[in-house]
Structures are given as structure tokens and as C-alpha cells.
């Protein structure tokens, strides 16, 4: 069942991203304060990822992120700054590991996560993991039908 529902999160973000055509934010040019999350290199994260029951990926990238540059075939999508609204959700009994693109992101979500007593095992970035030869998920938005055109 879970997993039903994090596709279908999954899918619905992507389906949101292709129709808003959300413009990328400028990033900020502050300081980010040190992150103390371990970052996780391919093989840290395969070896969890053959665990999928034990392990839990929040991808906290926004959804046009992931459908341009890809992500895992299973994860709950909660964008960083919506994170701490969404604590309740996330289960306590996995093992946490958090996703952006090159882990600045997720370094900050681990820590946030592990500040509020999640068990974290690391974040990682999703292009970083592919530089190290692991595999992303690409995925299509679904084609608009031809009656969502004409506003059926």
C-alpha cells in the first residue's frame, strides 16, 4: 500500500511539474550553515537500496528537478521547505536517507530530520550518484489527452 502511495505521489508531482512549468528559483548567495549529515556516496546508497523495506528516500527536490534530471524508482516527495509541515507523515520505523541535486539540500533535510529524532542514514545527490555511474529513473509527465485539451 505504501508504496502505491508514494508512486503516486510520485506521479502526480511530475504531472504537476510538466503543466505549471515552474520557473528554477535564484539561489541565494548566504552562507548555508555547516551540514552535519554524513554525505553518501553510489555504493553507501545501493547497499541501503537493497533493503528497500528498511529504507525510506525522501527526494526534497522540486518536481520539475526530478523529472528533468531523473530519481528513484520508489521515494516520498517533500520539497525542503515543506519538510517540517509534513513531519507526521514520515514514518519513524525506516531508515532515512534524503535527496537533492549534489546533497546541499538534503544535508540541510537530514539535519532536520535527525533534529527532530528520525533515524537518518545520509543524504545524497541524485546527479552525484549518477556521475558515479548509478542509475536515475527517468520519467515522462502522461501526454495530455486530446479531451484535456479542449477542457473536457
Do not use: C, W
Amino acid at each position: 500500500m505504501r508504496k502505491l502511495i508514494l508512486f503516486t505521489l510520485l506521479a502526480a508531482a511530475t504531472a504537476f511539474a510538466q503543466q505549471s512549468g515552474a520557473p528554477k528559483q535564484a539561489a541565494t548567495k548566504e552562507k548555508a550553515a555547516p551540514v552535519k549529515a554524513k554525505t553518501l556516496n553510489r555504493a553507501e546508497l545501493d547497499a541501503l537500496l537493497a533493503k528497500p523495506g528498511q529504507v525510506l528516500l525522501i527526494d526534497v527536490r522540486r518536481p520539475d528537478e526530478i523529472s528533468t534530471i531523473g530519481g528513484f524508482p520508489v521515494y516520498l516527495s517533500i520539497q525542503a521547505g515543506d519538510l517540517e509541515k509534513h513531519l507526521s507523515e514520515i514514518p519513524k520505523d525506516r531508515l532515512i536517507v534524503t535527496v537533492s541535486n549534489h546533497a546541499a539540500r538534503a544535508g540541510r533535510a537530514a539535519d532536520l530530520l535527525d533534529s527532530k529524532g528520525f533515524k537518518v542514514a545520509g543524504a545524497v545527490g541524485a546527479e552525484t550518484y549518477e556521475t558515479e555511474g548509478g542509475k536515475l529513473l527517468k520519467i515522462e509527465a502522461p501526454k495530455e489527452s486530446a479531451d484535456a485539451k479542449k477542457g473536457k
